[in-house]
């Protein structure tokens, strides 16, 4: 096993790992080890030792004055535990659980995999498999097997630097800006629709405007004229229009009469019936008619 230490602004690691496990680092390369020690240095003014770990022995939870947000998070347990495996095979019996990890942690100060209002010195990130919730794992102890098929998903790197509820209120700008564009876009294709069944309307309404005949309640303009003029040439003859009594007609079982008609002209009457030989007009004596079958 190597050992060297790691130093980066007053946050220290002794231990190291071993070859192999170069999967367990972020993508700023920074090893589990050295990466807890930033995790724990978060609360403590980014001044922090992880020591090395002798074969056989185990990493303390937290506990009295190194009771922290960070000291109670997730990604410290995870990479924790990670540190006390890749420093040796011999050293799986020194894993721990999580609930006997953070057996003096409170329940808020366990809930996330970084305490948020803190922030890693170095812009330093939690590997994907680092920021999982412990319960989660099998028997809620960290598992080597288990955290390299998180590894192999190729998750990005989680930044707790940068703050959940700026990602969030951005998320929620575009949203907004999205969901007003689609609005308009739908409210333009409405206005559109409706301008056009509108033209189409009145268009229509022009085409089946009624005749004069209809807005004169049904009365022909023509026949008004042409019976204006009959009354004024009877007013100017002396002659009255006279009224010709209903005509009557024969169809085999009983007369139909025919409505009378007014008219200044000589008309005809006659009735059809008993006597059908017998019929006269108003100004002469013409030749009697067929017999009718």
């Not at 920021?131 to 989680?158: C, F, H, R, S």
């Amino acid at each position: 096993m190597l050992l060297h230490p790691y130093q980066r602004a007053g946050i220290t690691s002794l231990a190291s790992c071993e070859s192999g496990y170069e999967w367990m680092d972020n993508q700023e390369t920074s090893p589990p080890c050295l990466l807890v020690a930033y995790v724990i240095a978060a609360c403590t003014g980014n001044s922090w030792t992880q020591p090395a770990l002798p074969s056989g022995s185990h990493y303390d939870g937290p506990s009295g004055t190194t009771v922290t947000p960070c000291y109670c998070s997730w990604s410290c347990y995870n990479l924790m535990m990670a540190c006390t495996f890749c420093q040796g095979p011999n050293d799986t019996d020194s894993l721990q659980t999580w609930s006997t990890f953070v057996q003096n942690c409170t329940s808020s100060e366990t809930d996330a995999y970084f305490p948020s209002n803190y922030s890693i010195a170095g812009n330093e990130t939690i590997p994907y498999w680092a920021a999982v919730n412990p319960t989660n794992w099998e028997g809620q102890i960290w598992n080597e097997q288990e955290a390299y098929q998180y590894y192999l998903e190729n998750k990005t790197d989680l930044n707790p630097n940068v703050s959940t509820a700026s990602t969030g209120s951005q998320s929620s700008n575009l949203g907004a800006i999205v969901g007003g564009t689609v609005g308009g876009a739908v409210f333009l294709l409405l206005l559109g629709f409706g301008t056009y069944i509108l033209c189409r309307r009145q268009r229509y309404r022009r085409v089946r405007t009624p005749p004069a005949a209809e807005v004169n309640g049904g009365q022909n303009p023509n026949w008004q004229m042409y019976n204006r003029q009959l009354s004024d040439l009877s007013t100017a003859t002396g002659t009255q229009p006279r009224t010709v009594s209903p005509m009557t007609y024969y169809t085999g079982t009983g007369s139909q009469t025919v409505p009378s008609l007014r008219s200044s002209l000589p008309l005809t009457s006659f009735t059809l019936g008993a006597d059908t030989t017998s019929y006269n007009t108003s100004s002469a004596q013409l030749r009697p008619s067929a017999p009718m079958v």
